[in-house]
Structure formats: structure tokens, C-alpha cells
């Protein structure tokens, strides 16, 4: 009987997350160049935020080369860093009422970076998804995006998140 739970466990593993994001093995490219890679959800977790504002649990996901920056502390990240970041709104668990758990998808996004390609803005591409993997392409989101990390994080290299303890 063991067997059988540890196969319906492996099953369940390699089909959780497929729930979001999509299961397609392409990358979805969005109108600023920046695509997001179809292992993202393999990626390390570097952070979870609240952004009480919005009411969304944000989950920060790290490709091996951003990782090995931050644990480093490495500052610029080199180019080849991604991070990704999961936004879901804010629900109240089910389980446990003095919980908060992601409740449903919102978004989506991704930053790149590529000194070359994004030169005018630190070094970085971004992009955003919906929760089904499509890209948004409305180009008066993006110009929103490197004023606000410019004017908030200069100094970490235009990122937000910081390496969790």
C-alpha cells in the first residue's frame, strides 16, 4: 500500500504546477521582449511580501543565477538573473480564520536582466502574465515599471525583494 501513496504523491508533484502558470513547455514572450520561461516553477523561493494595498501575497521565485547573486551578495546581479514574482489575492484560510492564504491567482511577473537589451531601464526587462501564462500587452503598464524600482531600490539594483532568512 505504501507504493501506491508515493506514486499518487510523485503524480501529484509533477501536475501541481501545472494549476498556475499553465503546463506549456514554450516560453510566452510579452510585448517588452521579456519572456517567462515554462520552469519558473521550479525556481527557488527567495521571498513571500503582503501588499496590503492591493490585498496580495506575492511569492518571489529565483532563477539559479539570481540565487547564487543573493547568496553571494552580489550586487549588480549579472545578467541572466530572473526573478518572478507569483501575486494572488489575500483569503482567509478555511482551515484556520486567523490564517491568510493565497486566494486566487492575479498575475504573473517576471524581470530580466540583460544590461545590453535593457539598457534605459538599469539593466532590466518586464513583463507581466496573466495567471494563465498569456502575456499583457499593454505598454502603458510597462512604462510605469523601472520609474517606481529607480526611485525606490537604486540602490539593490533596481529589485524590491531581499534574500528571506
Not at 122 to 145: E, H, I, Q, S
Request: hydrophobic share 40%; net charge neutral.
Amino acid at each position: 500500500m505504501g507504493w501506491i501513496w508515493t506514486a499518487v504523491l510523485l503524480v501529484s508533484l509533477v501536475a501541481a504546477p501545472a494549476a498556475v502558470g499553465g503546463s506549456d513547455t514554450t516560453a510566452s514572450t510579452a510585448v517588452t521582449g521579456v519572456s517567462l520561461p515554462p520552469d519558473y516553477r521550479t525556481w527557488t523561493a527567495v521571498a513571500p511580501s503582503l501588499r496590503t494595498d492591493k490585498g496580495h501575497i506575492r511569492m518571489m521565485l529565483a532563477n539559479p543565477v539570481m540565487v547564487e547573486a543573493y547568496r553571494s551578495g552580489t550586487l549588480p546581479f549579472p545578467d541572466g538573473s530572473k526573478i518572478v514574482k507569483l501575486v494572488y489575492r489575500a483569503a482567509a484560510s478555511p482551515e484556520w480564520a486567523e490564517a491568510t492564504v493565497p486566494g486566487e491567482p492575479v498575475s504573473i511577473e517576471i524581470m530580466e536582466k540583460d544590461s545590453k537589451r535593457f539598457a534605459d531601464t538599469g539593466g532590466w526587462g518586464f513583463a507581466r502574465f496573466r495567471p494563465d501564462g498569456t502575456p499583457v500587452n499593454d505598454m502603458k503598464l510597462y512604462v510605469t515599471c523601472f520609474p517606481c524600482h529607480q526611485s525606490n531600490v537604486q540602490d539593490h539594483d533596481f529589485v524590491f525583494t531581499r534574500w528571506a532568512p
